[in-house]
């Protein structure tokens, strides 16, 4: 079954505007992961953010986690056209060979 | 250098062929998976192996069977293709373990079309 949400499904902005996605989920998690996917090309791992953790940083991305509300967010901040891509979040149970349960992603449009 | 490979890119065959992908991963992971992405962009897990074991086997048709013959190869094999398998397939690979949490690597993907 499908474990994340997102939204928004797609979201277009301008260059040097920030960008926010939000991820829901339904059951219990070790671990929540970001990853973008550029049109025609595979995943990329961004950031990991662990269930006893509430924010993580790392460059322009933000990652917050809220466990009681199984929702979390990814900011990406002053975008670049660079940033257009596909972002999907992931959630991830430590063990049971670390599968990783993929959301419906938000599909990221930075215009010049 | 290529952390996951796979071959080919793309795959275009009919109805009813067998077909195989293969997986190869330089990053010295135990664990390697593959995944298939529809057209709505919508990324399920199907299998995964660690050491050569079958660790993940999601509801997969078995026609569709997974090979691991080190740990570093992890390919899968299609039999009697249907038009429902046109997708992208992604293998993917990571570390396990030590009750640590880890990210996976992708690969480019294979674009599978059936016609």
């Known amino acids: 079954s499908q474990q994340g949400e997102e939204d928004p499904q797609a979201l277009s902005i301008q260059e040097g505007e920030n960008a926010t996605m939000n991820c829901s989920y339904k059951?219990?998690?070790?671990?929540l992961q970001w990853y973008r996917q550029n049109s025609g090309r595979g995943l990329v791992h961004l950031i990991l953010?662990?269930?006893?953790?509430r924010e993580k940083h790392s460059g322009r991305l933000r990652v917050t986690l809220d466990t009681s509300k199984k929702s979390s967010s990814l900011l990406i901040t002053a975008s670049r056209a660079a940033d257009t891509a596909s972002y999907f979040c992931?959630?991830?149970?430590?063990?049971?060979?670390?599968?990783?349960?993929f959301g419906t992603g938000t599909q990221l449009k930075v215009e010049l | 250098d290529t952390a996951v490979s796979q071959t080919p890119k793309y795959l275009v065959t009919q109805m009813g062929n067998d077909k195989s992908i293969k997986c190869e991963q330089n990053?010295?992971?135990?664990?390697m998976y593959w995944y298939k992405q529809d057209s709505k962009k919508f990324l399920k897990i199907m299998f995964s192996?660690?050491?050569?074991?079958?660790?993940i086997n999601e509801t997969v048709p078995n026609r569709f069977s997974p090979k691991s013959p080190d740990k570093a190869h992890l390919n899968l094999h299609i039999n009697s293709l249907e038009l429902g398998d046109s997708a992208v397939y992604f293998c993917?690979?990571?570390?396990?373990?030590?009750?640590?949490?880890?990210?996976?690597?992708f690969g480019p993907g294979t674009r599978l079309t059936v016609t």
């Open positions: 059951t219990s998690i070790n671990n």
């Open positions: 993917a690979s990571s570390q396990v373990g030590g009750g640590t949490d880890y990210e996976q690597y």
């Open positions: 192996y660690n050491n050569k074991e079958l660790i």
């Open positions: 992931a959630t991830g149970k430590t063990g049971g060979g670390n599968k990783l349960t």
């Open positions: 990053l010295g992971h135990d664990t």
């Open positions: 953010i662990r269930s006893n953790e």
